[in-house]
Each structure stands twice: as structure tokens, then as C-alpha cells.
């Protein structure tokens, strides 16, 4: 089992940034991919962007794709999400995950490891 923390969200004005911080520790040797996810209140949770520990080969949701950033710290087992240009509709909780799979999916069911949840909240 890998254990996740967030940290990093708050309140920001919309045009401005954040960056998100997801420290792992546990199994992190079984970890293949990293994923944040996020879910407004009322909707149903969704994929951002995603990251191989292995080679950073990173993928993003086209609703974030060149405002949003994920990298990844192998010594330090840490993963981050760099936000500009926020936009009111990025309000939602942010979730850090872990994927034990040898095989990418961007699909929540397929992250068996979740963080606790950042809050982020974008004001107009």
C-alpha cells in the first residue's frame, strides 16, 4: 500500500496559480503511475493528468492541456501539479493517486491508492 498527502491548494483568484504537492511513502516501489484527479461539488470525479514514475511520460485532460503541469521528484517520492491560468470552474477537491498497474489508464477504478483531498477554489 502507498500513502498519499496533499498539500498545496487554497484560494486564488481566477488568472492565477497554484501548485499542488503529493508526498508518497509505503510501496512506492510498486508504483508505476501517478495521477490527480479532481471532483467539484455535484460532478462526478474526473482525470487531470497523470505521470510514469518510470519515464514522466505524462498525459492531461484536454480541459487542463497547456495550463497545467504534473512532474515528478523520484528522490524526494513526490509528485506536483503546477496550475495557471485558473479558471473558475477548476474549483473542486484535488486528489493524488497511485497506480500499481504495469499498464496506463486514466481511469479512477484504476488507482488503487488516493490521497485525502486538497481543496482549490478559484474565485472570478
Known amino acids: 500500500q502507498v500513502q498519499l498527502v496533499e498539500s498545496g491548494g487554497g484560494l486564488v483568484q481566477a488568472g492565477g496559480s497554484l501548485r499542488l504537492s503529493c508526498a508518497a511513502s509505503?510501496?512506492?516501489?510498486?508504483?508505476?503511475?501517478m495521477g490527480w484527479f479532481r471532483q467539484a461539488l455535484g460532478k462526478e470525479r474526473e482525470f487531470v493528468a497523470s505521470?510514469?514514475?518510470?519515464?514522466?511520460?505524462?498525459d492531461y485532460a484536454s480541459t487542463v492541456k497547456g495550463r497545467f503541469a504534473i512532474s515528478r521528484d523520484n528522490a524526494k517520492n513526490t509528485v506536483y501539479l503546477q496550475m495557471n491560468s485558473l479558471k473558475p470552474e477548476d474549483t473542486a477537491v484535488y486528489y493524488c493517486?497511485?497506480?500499481?498497474?504495469?499498464?496506463?489508464?486514466?481511469?479512477?477504478?484504476?488507482?488503487?491508492?488516493w490521497g485525502q483531498g486538497t481543496q482549490v477554489t478559484v474565485s472570478s
Open positions: 493517486a497511485a497506480s500499481s498497474s504495469r499498464y496506463y489508464s486514466s481511469r479512477d477504478s484504476d488507482f488503487g491508492s
Open positions: 509505503g510501496r512506492t516501489f510498486s508504483t508505476y503511475f
Open positions: 505521470i510514469s514514475w518510470r519515464t514522466g511520460t505524462t
